[in-house]
């Protein structure tokens, strides 16, 4: 049986303390754009929304997913908000660190990580 050229992505959230956590899981890719911008615009409600994405579940990225989080982000940032992004494996780490992603979201290796260092605060 042959096997599809494109994975769906699935998206879940769950509630951590006082941070809404998105699980992606699949390629982030073109293809799934209007989902996860669905998904994001449910995110953006109230005041000061702190949003983190866990990347643990992601087999791909590409610049449209790059994008579409960066938007996210300078829209978190005007309501006061805040994002973060945990898990990516080694390459899209890689891509995130190429393209300076870094520079304008926090990376954290593991939840674990992002857990520690955002829940002292």
Do not use: C
């Amino acid at each position: 049986m042959p096997v599809p050229i494109f994975q769906e992505l699935t998206i879940t959230t769950e509630k951590w303390l006082d941070w809404q956590i998105i699980l992606l899981s699949g390629k982030f890719v073109v293809q799934s754009f209007s989902l996860v911008r669905k998904k994001f615009d449910t995110m953006e409600t109230g005041h000061s929304p702190k949003v983190a994405i866990d990347m643990t579940g992601i087999s791909q990225i590409d610049s449209s997913a790059l994008t579409i989080i960066l938007n996210f982000q300078k829209r978190l940032r005007e309501k006061g908000g805040t994002l973060a992004i945990f898990g990516p494996n080694a390459i899209i780490k890689d891509t995130l660190l190429i393209v300076g992603f870094d520079m304008a979201v926090p990376i954290y290796n593991t939840r674990a990580m992002f857990e520690q260092s955002v829940g002292a605060q």
